[in-house]
């Protein structure tokens, strides 16, 4: 268990708060995107995107065109925040109404990625993060691709995670109450993959681990 700072501690239900590194890993590490906050030319602005985590080291990566990244690259503190939506909680009363979810939040300086195996960790680690496989089962990028994407890395030293789990809290009284309460379950569900005009092949294994099964650790009570 880590010691959280004063941006990283949750104050609002704090028994929500979760610091252990391995699990604020997993959620991480399950989310397929993220959303970026920094702030530029004085306004805040929350971006969403791809993200991939190495080690202790959130990657993302886009255009040199991008706003973002051009702002990001020049050492600017971010925080970078992702949810994973786990279920509906429907109470016997409005006020009692929530969500399941599993959510993180990092705060860290941004550091440009400018070392070329590094650059190439990060770019795997990224196509792999949302097709599992996919770095080893394409074309490789080419030196032009790769000098047209940017890389930035994000320190994970400072971050935190907020975990909601189980049924509604409804006061004693409003349980005797005849309205339906509980907890609608909700997930991603993946299609079947539908293929490109003339491809004649069947779509890899690999795409069906595209379903990520919820963490267990997180399906018990609150």
């Known amino acids: 268990m880590e010691s959280p700072t004063p941006r990283t501690k949750v104050r609002r239900l704090p028994e929500r708060g979760v610091y252990d590194l391995e699990a604020i890993n997993a959620i991480l590490d399950e989310a397929l995107f993220c959303h970026v906050g920094f702030v530029e030319d004085g306004s805040p602005v929350v971006i969403p995107t791809i993200h991939a985590r190495v080690g202790t080291t959130l990657y993302i990566h886009g255009s040199p065109a991008s706003r973002m990244l051009r702002s990001m690259a020049q050492g600017i503190e971010v925080s970078v925040a992702v949810t994973i939506l786990d279920g509906l909680v429907v109470a016997r009363t409005p006020f009692e109404q929530d969500l399941n979810y599993r ?3 990092a705060f860290g300086e941004a ?15 990224l196509t792999d993060h949302v097709t599992p496989g996919r770095w080893e089962d394409s074309r490789p990028a080419s030196d032009k691709e790769v000098r047209a994407t940017l890389v930035l890395a994000v320190p994970l030293d400072e971050v935190s995670a907020k975990v909601s789990t189980g049924p509604p809290e409804d006061e004693d009284e409003d349980r005797l109450l005849p309205f339906w309460a509980g907890v609608v379950p909700v997930s991603l569900v993946f299609g079947e993959p539908d293929p490109d005009e003339g491809v004649d092949w ?5 795409l069906a681990e595209y379903v990520r099964p919820p963490d267990p650790r997180w399906l018990g009570s609150r």
Not at 202 to 206: E, K, Q, R, S, V
């Open 202 to 206: 069947p779509a890899p294994d690999y």
């Open 103 to 105: 959510s993180v939040i």
């Open 111 to 125: 550091r440009l990625v400018d070392d070329a195996g590094e650059k190439m960790v990060a770019l795997k680690a």
